[in-house]
């Protein structure tokens, strides 16, 4: 029996997830998170053999719990769910380590399949991200400028892609305000962003 978490704030996403395991043989749920900081306990519990966890949460996001997660817990099995189109984000959440990445729009056959490749200690990758993979993060075949951040870059963009300010992530990822702006600064480099003007990417 496959052991699942799902990781998720919406209330209504994780009952749909729980109907489709219901109809499973093979997988069973065995615990819900609506938060990052519920994930990492379910985490830390070692309870299940393959944990969904959503980009998108409140107290501390999918890529924020992920990176914490496999910090302390390299091996364990984590899925990224996203309402992101794969070639968005998908290729620098497996360089962090995650072990697949779903598209919440994939439809059923697909979610089993990647969970029943996961549980057994392989990462999925869908054709699509396969085919990202195959052109060798070339950003003119098409592939994300961001695909060339680091982890940490990579996390730092996230949270100033929401808005947030240099002082408020410092706080968010432990880290003080001048290493955060030393991050900002090589993430406008890299992704060729060369002004300041944007208010949100500028706040102290």
Not at 9 to 37: C, M, P, W, Y
Not at 93 to 108: F, I, P, R, V
Not at 116 to 128: H, I, N
Request: proline share 2%; glycine share 6%; charged share 25%.
């Amino acid at each position: 029996m496959i052991r699942v978490a799902i990781c998720d704030d919406h209330q209504i996403v994780r009952a749909g997830f729980k109907q489709i395991f219901s109809d499973i043989t093979d997988i069973e749920l065995v615990a819900e998170a609506k938060n990052g900081k519920e994930a990492l306990e379910i985490a830390r519990k070692n309870i299940c053999d393959v944990m969904l966890l959503d980009i998108s949460m409140p107290e501390q996001n999918g890529v924020d719990t992920l990176r914490t997660i496999k910090q302390g817990q390299p091996d364990f099995p984590v899925m990224i769910l996203s309402v992101f189109p794969i070639q968005e984000y998908a290729v620098n959440l497996l360089k962090m380590g995650a072990n697949g990445y779903l598209n919440k729009e994939c439809d059923t056959k697909e979610l089993i399949a990647a969970i029943r490749t996961v549980a057994t200690g392989r990462r999925y990758v869908s054709p699509k991200i396969g085919e990202i993979l195959a052109q060798g993060f070339d950003q003119h075949a098409g592939v994300a400028v961001h695909t060339e951040l680091s982890d940490r870059e990579f996390q730092v963009f996230l949270h100033l892609a929401k808005g947030e300010s240099v002082s408020e992530i410092a706080a968010k990822l432990s880290l003080s305000v001048k290493t955060i702006s030393t991050y900002r600064t090589r993430v406008m480099e890299k992704m060729k962003l060369h002004s300041n003007s944007d208010g949100k990417w500028n706040r102290k």
